[in-house]
């Protein structure tokens, strides 16, 4: 099933459906193949019906905006030290 989007994202009239790019559902890449707004419409195409009402809206602003994130950084003390991605794998391997 493919259900078709303008190229910015925007849902199109049925004049022009044949010439617009069709967001298809076989895969998580073919939806987003056309960007997010495009999945997200596609979304709220789908939901709105179902719900029978408009999804709400929300914008968020922010100024002067801190984020703060804790990275493990490896250091290469020797050449046989190797360096490993932090997973639970890894965690449980060395716990």
Known sequence: MTIPVHENGSSPTTDQTESKA???????HALMQHG???FY?????QL????????????VRCKNLSI???????KH???????ELPSVYNSLKHA
């Open 77 to 83: 003390s020797s050449s046989s030290a190797t360096s």
């Open 48 to 59: 709105e019906p179902a719900l029978g009402r408009s999804l709400p809206q929300m914008e």
């Open 41 to 45: 419409d596609f979304v709220a195409q």
């Open 68 to 74: 703060i994130a804790k990275v493990p950084v490896v």
């Open 22 to 28: 069709q967001l298809g559902l076989d895969s998580g």
């Open 36 to 38: 997010e707004a495009a």
